[in-house]
Nanobody, 112 residues
Framework: AQFVESGGGLMQPGGSLRLSCVVS???????MCWYRQPPGKERELVATIAPGGWIDYLDAVKGRFTISRDEFNNTISLQMDSLRSEDTGIYYC????????WGPGTQVTVSS
């Protein structure tokens, strides 16, 4: 599969952004995730959504981020509310297991 992420930008703390990931290839039967890589740190798993709707989040984003999947439009989305400076990073989507090559990602910067 291939991934193209979009929707990032510069936002003040407390603001919102909605990220989108267009997926091409065979993906509908797999768990899909959003990951992020903060500056100078390792990439981390942020949110997971299974085909049946099961969802899980990194503790640091619970109650603020919402992941969704649109299999008709081949899109995985991440609604990010109440943004904090520690949410800054490059955001990527990919499978939960057996990762495909990473897409370009989308930069999210939260700063006043």
């Amino acid at each position: 599969a291939q991934f193209v992420e979009s929707g990032g930008g510069l936002m003040q703390p407390g603001g919102s952004l909605r990220l989108s990931c267009v997926v091409s290839g065979d993906w509908r039967q797999f768990m899909m995730c959003w990951y992020r890589q903060p500056p100078g740190k390792e990439r981390e798993l942020v949110a997971t959504i299974a085909p049946g709707g099961w969802i899980d989040y990194l503790d640091a984003v619970k109650g603020r981020f919402t992941i969704s999947r649109d299999e008709f439009n081949n899109t995985i989305s991440l609604q990010m509310d109440s943004l904090r400076s520690e949410d800054t990073g490059i955001y990527y989507c990919n499978f939960r297991f057996n990762l495909s090559p990473w897409g370009p990602g989308t930069q999210v910067t939260v700063s006043s």
